[in-house]
């Protein structure tokens, strides 16, 4: 790995978490209702007098906890997470006055909630391991087999509900962040992803420290599939995000398709036609129907 793709990749993580933070604060002053996790820091925080950065820092480090018995490792990402989104969310606090009149409420909520898209784009797409929360879906997802929505829906109604009775801050907002974050998320991920190269063997244990695991559970990899392996994935909110190497695979996977046009090693070089998108989808499906493959956003292991 360069030198200075690693500066990047650490550089863009940087301002992914200070902007997340800032994005919180936006929120929080709208007054209108914020993310779960954020109800449950700001009930802990209205609860105990602690400062609601603070209470964001060591929420994220309990839930980092239960990362142990899960057999998640923390990518470097995922520790300065941890670290870094609390004390920009405090600082973001300290410089943003609190809104009451409710088109001003509106205007910074939606501020926060873009901000917020943008903010996990940058931080997830160096792909420097995914936040506390997030391993701690995955985990639970890999130990139990349950449909990674179902996971993160009983995981942020918990939260949500012992927030509120805490007293934090449940509204039209909660509602709206629900609804959109995922879409949001879903623009500025591929916007911001990092197109890495293949690690060569002497950078394998070291992108490996840097990403960190996640052990795939029978809903990411398929149900009767029978492999075991750990993948390294990114995912917020309940995204997951395509890898590079599930992208290379899909040149392999086109020239053994009896019917997506690729290259054929028995034959000439195909010449060059542009398709369709809506076309080769097509051709896609079809062909994992007559051929009883299926396609997943992630690359397996393939054993001989």
Known sequence: MSRFLLVRRIGQLLVGLLLYGIAIALMVRAGIGVSPWDVLAQGISFQTGIPFGLVTNIVGVVVLAFWIPLRQRPGLGTVLNVLLVGPSAQLGLWLIPQQ???????????????????????????????????????????????????VRTAIELTVLVIGWFLGGDVGIGTLAFALLVGPLCSLTLPFFAIRLPAPAPADAELEGDLEGTAEQGPGLRGEGVGERDAVRFDVRDGILLEPDARTRARGVDRSASPLVRGPQPDRAPAEPRTSRPSRLIAAHWLDDRLTGRTRDAHPRTRRA
């Open 100 to 150: 009451t009149q409710l088109w001003a409420q509106v205007l910074l909520f939606a501020s926060g909630l873009a901000l917020l898209a943008v903010a996990t784009g940058l931080y997830i797409g160096p792909k420097l391991g995914p936040g506390p929360r997030d391993g701690l879906m995955t985990g639970l997802h890999a130990r139990t087999g349950r449909p990674i929505w179902a």
